[in-house]
């Protein structure tokens, strides 16, 4: 029996480098974004400064794994075999869950998961205690539970949205009313000033919550406690003198300086206090395993009291997952893409929305618009013009570039000190806010004060926060159920079970790893349709020919699946091509969305290079359309079982796929080599195509007047052959705006 204990110590040991990888690749986004989105400094700096502040936050951690040994349930109440199976589904659930949410970029909270996890799998395991015994009901199941935690958790979730998301907005507001966008002028004259202030309030959160969790807190605890107004007096003095040195003899912006120690004291605190979400279920494991193996007793009948105890984390432990972290933050592509998320919902510029209105936002936005407009009408018109001033964005705030900020170093100081205060605040009266949520929160309160979220897009950024704010509850729930589900399947199956779900959670993070790893190759970045860049009409037409190319490859590729779908029958396939022509779809929509950029970038004597422009994206939707219809009514009709096309029409399709294959893989190499002269052979073979098209039609018609029985059928091939000849005509008259434009330059 000891041998099978000893397996699962060791996939637990596995699990938590696992967990940590997945833990970090979410959590990132909590002291990353304002450095990145501000871009105050150079992005491997960031990362070192990030690192640092991870590793030291791991290394001097207390190690203090409570919550996985006592806080959510009465360990006292378990024996060994059952905490074991506890602790398992838990790891497998955590991982799982944090891998889905980095895999969707949407930020979630550690915390949650874990206490969730815990508590759903620790609810299952008593009521199956309960329920084989003959002294116990339902009643004592809160004998097993220490319900307090969450409650607390979900009550946190409510007051960090609330609270952190006003505080963050009216911060904002005010610092915007004194500072506006200009704000290099004013921070001449009160920069040090400010500075000071801030990273007064981001050095006291270091304290107080980066520093919490060190086995060092001990030594300043009471001065914190007890001389919070004198500490806070001689760190406002201490870096008004540094900003006052930074600002007049170095010439450098206090707020570069405010970012750098905010991002690092968030590094630090994420670590030193979220570290237990990730190795102290194990650490909690492999304590429960000594004194089992110790005690010499059944593991059926071995009471887990020992857990009651506050046992450190070995020093060595916490070196090993503090450089794992740091590993993690410098390597996982997941990371940054949850970090895009929120950087996407709060950036000041336009651009593609990731997330799609629902009723919901649309509601909160025209009932907002409307609140706003009547205390417009009711301010004074002096203090409406101050408003408005102070809120007046540079011209160039109007123009799409690709290296601009997504808002300025005055957010992204708010951003960190706004933070940094509440959590400290929090931690002082013991209120259970979240980390996660409230830096959240406070990005998107400031972003909304900074009206980033405008009529053009506040649809857009409502409805993406509403659905991270739907994932933190998704979360809770689904973290209590799976592992909860978890832990009765491995009660049921023992040894065998753990095996199976260990193979199916390893199946699905490779699979998972491998799909993002495709989706993001650089192949398909090659492939991805690109924003013209370009002032002048030759470089327009130039970097016209790459979407062409792209747009070409792509729609051979969709229309030979869709065509291998259709024979075969095969929905999975079928599905696969609607997905693409989706996404084809999606980019071209991007493309448009940009052309107000584009046409305000381009210089007098290029202007005419918009009207190209706009013709060829008109035509490249054509194709996309035509595409779209063709997937569409080919899912369509395998989905609902209809008759399989009959042989002699796959062997007509076939023909025509092989003609249009050859017909388009011309085409790209002519634009991928830049053959321009070659273009009038397109138009000889496109003649050919028409035809062959054509002749099916007619021979199709023939088949339905003596033989055809099937209309469905029938209508799905005309419209087959009828969109095809659509699609050929888009691609052709795509070619000859584009060769009519380049012979004139």
């Known amino acids: ?90 790891m497998i659930t955590d991982i799982l869950l944090l891998d889905f949410f980095n895999t969707l970029g949407m930020p979630t909270s550690t915390t949650v998961s874990i206490v969730f996890e815990l508590l759903g799998a620790a609810v299952v395991m008593a009521l199956i205690k309960i329920s084989a015994s003959d002294t116990e009901n339902i009643t004592h199941l809160l004998n097993y539970i220490n319900t307090d935690k969450a409650t607390e958790i979900i009550s946190g979730i409510f007051l960090s949205v609330l609270i952190a998301f006003s505080v963050g907005a009216i911060v904002q507001v005010l610092s915007r009313l004194v500072f506006t966008f200009e704000y290099e002028k004013k921070m001449k004259n009160f920069g040090a000033v400010f500075g000071a202030f801030c990273l007064t309030a981001i050095g006291y959160f270091i304290f107080f919550k980066g520093l919490k969790g060190t086995p060092y ?53 994420f670590s030193g206090n979220d570290l237990v979400n990730f190795i102290g279920v194990p650490m909690a494991a492999y304590h429960s395993y000594e004194a089992w193996v110790a005690s010499g007793v059944p593991a059926a009948n071995f009471s887990m009291d020992v857990l009651q105890e506050s046992v450190p984390a070995e020093p060595f432990l916490l070196f090993i997952s503090g450089g794992i972290m ?24 336009h651009g593609s929305e990731k997330f799609n209105p629902n009723l919901v936002s649309r509601t909160l936005v025209s009932g907002s618009t409307n609140l706003f407009e009547f205390f417009k009408s009711i301010m004074p018109a002096s203090a409406r013009q101050k408003m408005s001033q102070s809120f007046r964005k540079k011209d160039s705030e109007f123009l799409k570039e690709e290296d601009k900020p997504a808002f300025d170093l005055i957010r992204a100081s708010i951003n960190l000190t706004v933070a940094g205060v509440l959590i400290s605040i929090a931690t002082s009266y013991k209120l259970p806010l ?23 897009s506040a649809v857009y950024r409502v409805a993406g926060v509403l659905n991270v704010i739907g994932g933190w509850f998704f979360t809770a729930f689904s973290a209590f159920v799976a592992a909860g589900t978890l832990t009765y399947l491995i009660f049921l199956g023992k040894g ?10 390893l199946g699905l993070l490779v699979r998972n790893y491998l799909s993002y790893k495709k989706k993001y190759t650089p192949e398909a970045g090659a492939m991805k349709l690109k924003k013209s860049e370009s002032k002048t009409v030759q470089g327009i037409i130039s970097e016209s020919a790459d979407n062409i190319v792209s747009v070409i490859h792509r729609s051979n590729k969709i229309y030979s699946d869709v065509f291998r779908g259709l024979a075969k029958q095969d929905k999975a396939q079928l599905k696969k091509s609607k997905k693409g022509v989706a996404k084809l779809d999606a980019e071209i929509e991007e ?10 970038s381009l210089d007098e004597t290029s202007v005419r290079g918009s009207s190209f422009y706009i013709t060829v994206l008109a035509y490249l939707t054509d194709i996309a359309q ?25 062997t007509d399709l076939r023909e025509i796929d092989d003609l249009l294959e050859n017909f388009l893989k011309e085409i790209e190499e002519i634009f991928a080599n830049r053959k321009l002269d070659q273009i009038q052979k ?47 005509n888009a691609v052709m008259n795509l070619i000859s705006e584009y060769n009519s434009s380049y012979k004139k330059v």
């Open 217 to 269: 807190y001990d030594s300043f605890k009471d001065v914190l406690s007890n001389q919070v107004y004198l500490v806070l007096g001689i760190s406002f003095l201490f870096w008004l003198l540094v900003s006052f040195l930074v600002t007049k003899f170095l010439k450098k912006s206090i707020l570069v300086l405010v970012i750098a120690v905010g991002t690092f004291g968030l590094a630090l605190a």
């Open 1 to 90: 029996m000891e041998g099978i204990y000893l397996m699962i110590l060791i996939a637990l040991v596995v699990l938590a480098v696992i967990d940590l990888v997945v833990g970090v690749s979410n959590d990132a986004v909590n002291f990353l974004n304002s450095a990145i989105g501000s871009k105050a400094i150079s992005f491997k700096t960031i990362m070192i400064v990030a690192s640092l502040g991870i590793f030291l936050g791991a290394v001097f951690s207390s190690g203090m794994m409570e919550v996985a040994r006592k806080g959510i349930f009465m360990p006292g109440e378990f024996y060994f075999d059952e905490i074991m199976i506890i602790f398992m589904a838990v």
């Open 496 to 505: 065998a079970a753990i095996a199976l779900l260990l193979i199916i959670a």
């Open 434 to 456: 979240s980390t996660t949520y409230v830096t959240f929160m406070v990005a998107m309160g400031t972003s909304l004060a900074d009206r980033a979220w405008g009529r053009e």
């Open 591 to 600: 493309l448009r969305d940009s052309i107000f950029f584009f046409i305000k």
């Open 626 to 650: 035509s595409l779209e219809f063709i997937s569409k009514k080919s899912y369509k009709h395998v989905n609902n079982n209809h008759k399989p096309l009959r042989y002699n029409q796959i």
């Open 326 to 349: 740091v590993l993690t933050l410098w390597f996982s592509k997941k990371a940054r893409s949850v970090a895009e998320t929120e950087i996407g919902l709060s950036r000041q510029g």
């Open 682 to 728: 397109i138009v000889e073979h496109k003649e050919e195509v028409l035809a062959k098209l054509s002749e099916k039609i007619e021979k199709q018609v023939k088949r339905t007047r003596t033989e055809e029985s099937s209309p469905k059928n029938t209508t799905l091939y005309f419209n087959l052959l009828l969109e095809t000849k659509d699609l050929v």
